[in-house]
């Protein structure tokens, strides 16, 4: 079982950037396929960003395609997700997963075992 925090949300204003982190314990994260959601208010959860639990594939919503970064340290049992171009449409809770199901990178929140808590992004326009 792996634990999941994340951290860096907060507010910006649009245009800007925010580094978002996830803090794995547990077990290692190289085990899991890894990603990132959000749930803005009044909406549903939906896909952002992720990533093979070997880190040599990652996939991300069209809507934020070419402005946000997933990546991973392996040595800190951590991913990460940059966030540029920053717009009011990306305020919303941003959370970490992770699955234990090899193979695909999962777009369907059903598939994701283990979640962080949640951290906030405000974009201010």
């Known amino acids: 079982q792996v634990q999941l925090v994340e951290s860096g949300g907060g507010l910006v204003q649009a245009g800007g950037s925010l580094s978002l982190s996830c803090a794995a314990s547990?077990?290692?994260?190289?085990?899991?396929?890894k990603a990132w959601f959000r749930r803005a208010p009044g909406k549903e959860r939906e896909f952002v960003a992720g990533?093979?639990?070997?880190?040599?594939?990652?996939t991300y919503a069209d809507s934020v395609k070419g402005r946000f970064t997933i990546s991973r340290d392996n040595a800190k049992n951590a991913v990460y997700l940059q966030m540029n171009s920053l717009k009011p449409e990306d305020t919303a809770v941003y959370y970490c997963?992770?699955?234990?199901?090899?193979?695909?990178?999962?777009?369907?929140?059903?598939?994701?075992?283990?979640w962080g808590q949640g951290t906030q992004v405000t974009v201010s326009s």
């Open positions: 997963a992770a699955s234990a199901r090899y193979g695909t990178i999962y777009i369907n929140d059903r598939y994701y075992d283990y």
């Open positions: 547990g077990r290692t994260l190289s085990d899991y396929v």
């Open positions: 990533m093979t639990w070997s880190g040599d594939s990652t």
